[in-house]
Structures are given as structure tokens and as C-alpha cells.
């Protein structure tokens, strides 16, 4: 910041003593005092520097960036599924960094990790507001739901990846698409393994994982609301017996395999029902669209159907060309870098700038919350099928998925036409 200044008026009086200034003279000094008062105040920037962002009191928010927590499972029986979400995150503060961050400021970032239970995500989630002073939290994890009242009471900001109904129950919550809520399920699952000829299913479930059996419970209505009867269920909680869940299955009857479950245990159930010849027709899992697993399994996952709310990369937007780009520039470490969790990490950190700049030259977590709640048409560049409704999309659930299938040879994802598709919501 640059300022006007007036020479020093000489100390030596002449020769005769004191003099009094002429009136002209004493207003001409008066006028150039206020010349420097206005001129301080306005905060004169002269061409060739850049104006510093303002300093601001709420928590994380310096004049020259603003801190955020990253809250994910590092470890514990879901960090598999979680891992790359960082490296997206990572990829998009990446671009905006270079791009000057966010209002002048740069974006920096404290991780906690939440061990995959409930309590683990409290304790991150209280340890990155009280001991990090972050601003607001990026968080993907299956168990939201431990520091959702915290941090809601709190009025913490939070985007990140819905697989909880905590998301549609919290505004301070922000996800692009919301798979699960305590309300309704959709048709859209079921209508797709109907079309397909399956006719009694079985489902995988991990009975230690409340957002497990919920999603479990989801698609079971779903299933049903289509005609497709729900036989059994089998748990798939580590280590996994894999003969003994396969015969389970083959045992069953069932004609139709759901997973409700990580890729990898999703993939362990797999290997025993296809070993024991199980009669299986339609084979889904809503994530399994991961190279990583093709690579680990092989052909044993070929022909499973898979489902995302995004734009999948098979689609090849210019979106897309831009996140692959920044991944090999920023997360060189990540391979393949078109991971399911590491797109999501990369628009759940696109939501946060997005916020933050809708949250003013001086963000308070409040504005940030307001801004972002009624923030209209955001499709985070061309990755989302629609545009999302921040407003009138809080608490619904999603009703339109792409569907993908592991194709003969188990080394790429086929897109089935048409996509997305869309379905109904179905009551309890």
C-alpha cells in the first residue's frame, strides 16, 4: 500500500523571531493534511502492486490465505476407499494456488484422520477447529455422522461427499449429490437390474458399518419397488471368509448380487460366488468404478455393473482433460489419477473455493454458509450430469445415476446408454 507524503516543514525560524503564516497559507497546509487523511484512508494502490486482502477475525482467515481441515479415513477398514480423495484435493488447490487463490488468498489446508469410526471423526473434527483454528472442513468419510452436530452447532462449513442422511439434515453440509437420506429410497437401482432380468436378490453388507447397512436397506426398497425380491444377506465385514461367503450366495438362489460394501470386499464376495458357478445375472456395486480394483481382481469383475453422479471420465469432457492435467501436475503420485475418490476430493474442494468466494473480501464462516446455500447452477465446471440447486437441493436425495459396466476383457469401464438415468423417489 502506497500513501502520499509531505515533506517536513524547516525547524530554523528567520532572523526577527516568529513569524505568523499568511492566511493563504495556513489554508493551503490545512488542505494538504487532509490530501494525506483521504489519501490513507482510501487505501491508494499504485499500479504495479497488487491490493493486500483485508485482515479478518475469524478462524483460519489471515491477509494472506485461509486455513482449512481435511477430515478422511487414513486408516481403519474404509481408508481404502477414501485414500485418493486427498490427491483430488490436493489437484484443485493446486490450480487455484497458481491462479492466485481466492481473493488474494492462498488456500492451505490441515488433515485429521478419523480411524473410519465415529468417534475417530469427532475427535478430528474437534481437534482441526479448537487446536488447527481452521476456517471450515473438507471431509469424505462413511461416518459424517460423528462430528455432524458438533460442527453444525458450531456453524463450521463443511463440503464433501454425501453417504450419510447427516447431509441432507445439516445446511452448514454441502455435497453435490446426496445418496442416502432418512426418507426415501429411489426406483432407479432397481429399475435398472429389473431391465436386466434379475429376479431374487442377495446383498453384501458390513454389520459393522451403520452406513453400510443403511445403504444396504436403501437398495433392498429400491430392489423391491421393481419386483425384485430381497432373499438374503450376507455379511462382508474383514477378514472375509470367501468360500463360505460364496456358498452363502449360490445357496440363496438369488440371481442378482448388490454390494453395499468397500470395491475390495465387494471383490473378496465376488471371487467366492463366481468359484462355487453361483447363477448370477446382474452384478452391482455403487463403488466399484475403480481401475485400481480391475487390476487386483481382474476378470473375475467382468460384466459387474457399477453407478456414479458424476460425469464419469468415460465421457471425456474438457472438465475432465483439466482434472487429469492437474493430478499429473500436483498428485503425480496417484495411478492411475481417473479415481472415483480422488474426482470427488477435487470437486468437493471446488464447492470450498466456490464458497469462499461467494463468502467476500472478509469471509466469516456465516457468509460462507449463506453464499454457498444460494449459490445456483453449479455443475463444478462441466463434471456434474445437471447443474446443482445449492438451495432447493438441500435435504433431497439423487435420483439420477450413470451406470458402467466392467467390460470382457476387465481392463476398462463401458458407459450403458442411456445416462444418466432417473428414477423416483419411494417411501419406507
Known amino acids: 500500500m502506497s500513501s502520499v507524503t509531505v515533506p517536513a516543514a524547516g525547524r530554523r525560524r528567520p532572523r526577527g523571531g516568529p513569524r505568523r503564516r499568511p492566511r493563504a497559507r495556513r489554508v493551503l497546509v490545512g488542505l494538504l493534511g487532509l490530501v494525506v487523511a483521504l489519501g490513507a484512508v482510501g487505501c491508494r494502490v499504485s499500479h504495479d502492486e497488487k491490493p493486500a486482502a483485508p485482515g479478518c477475525a475469524e478462524p483460519g482467515v489471515t491477509p494472506d490465505s485461509v486455513r482449512v481441515g481435511l477430515l478422511y479415513?487414513?486408516?481403519?477398514?474404509?481408508?481404502?476407499?477414501?485414500?485418493?480423495?486427498?490427491?483430488?484435493?490436493?489437484?484443485?488447490?493446486?490450480?487455484?494456488?497458481?491462479?492466485?487463490?481466492?481473493?488474494?488468498?492462498?488456500?492451505?489446508?490441515?488433515?485429521?484422520?478419523?480411524?473410519?469410526?465415529?468417534?475417530?471423526?469427532?475427535?478430528?473434527?474437534?481437534?482441526?477447529?479448537?487446536?488447527?483454528r481452521v476456517f471450515g472442513i473438507i471431509e469424505s468419510t462413511s461416518v459424517a455422522s460423528g462430528s455432524a452436530a458438533y460442527l453444525h452447532g458450531a456453524r463450521v462449513p463443511v463440503t464433501g461427499t454425501s453417504l450419510e442422511a447427516a447431509w441432507t439434515q445439516n445446511d452448514n453440509m454441502f455435497s453435490y449429490s446426496n445418496m442416502i437420506s432418512d426418507g426415501p429410497s429411489v426406483t432407479t437401482w432397481g429399475a435398472f437390474v429389473a431391465e436386466r432380468g434379475g429376479r431374487k436378490a442377495i446383498i453384501a453388507q458390513s454389520a459393522f458399518s451403520a452406513t453400510s447397512v443403511t445403504m444396504a436397506d436403501k437398495l433392498a426398497l429400491s430392489l423391491q419397488a421393481a419386483g425384485v425380491r430381497?432373499?438374503?444377506?450376507?455379511?462382508?465385514?474383514?477378514?472375509?471368509?470367501?468360500?463360505?461367503?460364496?456358498?452363502?450366495?449360490?445357496?440363496?438362489?438369488?440371481?442378482?448380487?448388490?454390494?453395499?460394501?468397500?470395491?475390495?470386499?465387494?471383490?473378496?464376495?465376488?471371487?467366492?460366488?463366481?468359484?462355487?458357478?453361483?447363477?448370477?445375472?446382474?452384478?452391482?456395486?455403487?463403488?466399484?468404478?475403480?481401475?485400481?480394483?480391475l487390476r487386483i481382481f481382474g476378470p473375475v469383475l467382468a460384466g459387474v455393473y457399477t453407478f456414479v453422479d458424476y460425469q464419469p471420465f468415460e465421457v471425456g469432457t474438457p472438465a475432465h482433460r483439466r482434472?487429469?492435467?492437474?493430478?499429473?501436475?500436483?498428485?503425480?503420485?496417484?495411478?492411475?489419477?481417473?479415481?472415483?475418490?480422488?474426482?470427488?476430493?477435487?470437486?468437493?474442494?471446488?464447492?470450498?473455493?466456490?464458497?469462499?468466494?461467494?463468502?467476500?473480501?472478509?469471509?466469516?464462516?456465516?457468509?460462507?454458509?449463506?453464499?454457498?446455500?444460494?449459490?445456483?447452477?453449479?455443475?463444478?465446471?462441466?463434471?456434474l450430469p445437471a447443474p446443482v440447486d445449492f438451495s432447493s437441493h438441500f435435504g433431497q436425495i439423487n435420483r439420477c445415476y450413470t451406470f458402467l459396466q466392467v467390460a470382457a476383457d476387465a481392463q476398462h469401464f463401458e458407459l450403458v446408454t442411456p445416462a444418466p438415468r432417473c428414477g423416483d423417489e419411494i417411501g419406507q
Open 73 to 132: 479415513p487414513d486408516t481403519g477398514n474404509a481408508a481404502s476407499l477414501f485414500a485418493p480423495f486427498r490427491a483430488g484435493v490436493d489437484a484443485r488447490f493446486g490450480v487455484a494456488g497458481e491462479a492466485g487463490g481466492v481473493g488474494g488468498r492462498q488456500i492451505r489446508y490441515t488433515w485429521r484422520d478419523d480411524a473410519s469410526n465415529p468417534a475417530g471423526n469427532e475427535a478430528g473434527a474437534r481437534a482441526l477447529i479448537q487446536t488447527d
Open 230 to 293: 430381497v432373499v438374503d444377506r450376507v455379511d462382508a465385514t474383514g477378514p472375509i471368509d470367501i468360500p463360505g461367503v460364496g456358498e452363502k450366495v449360490r445357496a440363496s438362489g438369488a440371481d442378482v448380487l448388490v454390494g453395499a460394501v468397500t470395491g475390495a470386499a465387494f471383490g473378496q464376495v465376488v471371487v467366492g460366488a463366481r468359484a462355487v458357478r453361483a447363477n448370477l445375472r446382474v452384478i452391482l456395486s455403487p463403488v466399484s468404478y475403480d481401475q485400481r480394483l
Open 323 to 383: 482434472f487429469l492435467a492437474a493430478m499429473l501436475k500436483y498428485a503425480p503420485q496417484v495411478s492411475p489419477p481417473a479415481q472415483q475418490a480422488a474426482l470427488s476430493g477435487w470437486i468437493s474442494a471446488d464447492m470450498f473455493l466456490r464458497g469462499l468466494a461467494v463468502a467476500g473480501p472478509c469471509p466469516s464462516r456465516e457468509a460462507f454458509i449463506r453464499g454457498l446455500r444460494g449459490l445456483k447452477g453449479y455443475d463444478a465446471d462441466g463434471l
